[in-house]
Nanobody, 126 residues
């Protein structure tokens, strides 16, 4: 059974940092591109960032570029999202995702994902 289980998140003040983690089980994560999406209250889920199977290339949406860093540890089947300089508009439920059809992030950038984590709340507020 394929599972993506997330941890991390919580409440942080503007300008603060958080780190999200996602551990994959039931498949070999280094075969797939993986990424992060988010959904703010009253809005549709949106793509945030994704990384290729080998961790050597990543793609970021402009609204997180320079503040968020995606990484992966294939030996541990884990995906990470380091979030720095957080802003109130980053408040959302964050989801890790995997695209089993490709080792490269292009599909995730377009919203293609077939495995999802359970979601974790990130709240940025003073």
């Amino acid at each position: 059974q394929v599972q993506l289980v997330q941890s991390g998140g919580g409440l942080v003040q503007p300008g603060g940092s958080l780190r999200l983690s996602c551990v994959a089980s039931g498949f070999t994560s280094d075969d797939y591109a993986m990424g992060w999406f988010r959904q703010a209250p009253g809005k549709e889920r949106e793509f945030v960032t994704a990384i290729n199977w080998d961790g050597n290339n990543a793609y970021y949406e402009d609204f997180v570029k320079g503040r968020f860093t995606i990484s992966r540890d294939n030996g541990k089947n884990m995906l990470f999202l380091q979030m720095n300089n957080l802003k109130p508009e980053d408040t959302a439920v964050y989801y890790c995702a995997a695209d089993s059809s490709s080792a490269y992030f292009y599909g995730l950038v377009k919203g293609t994902a077939d495995y999802w984590g359970q979601g974790t709340q990130v709240t940025v507020s003073s």
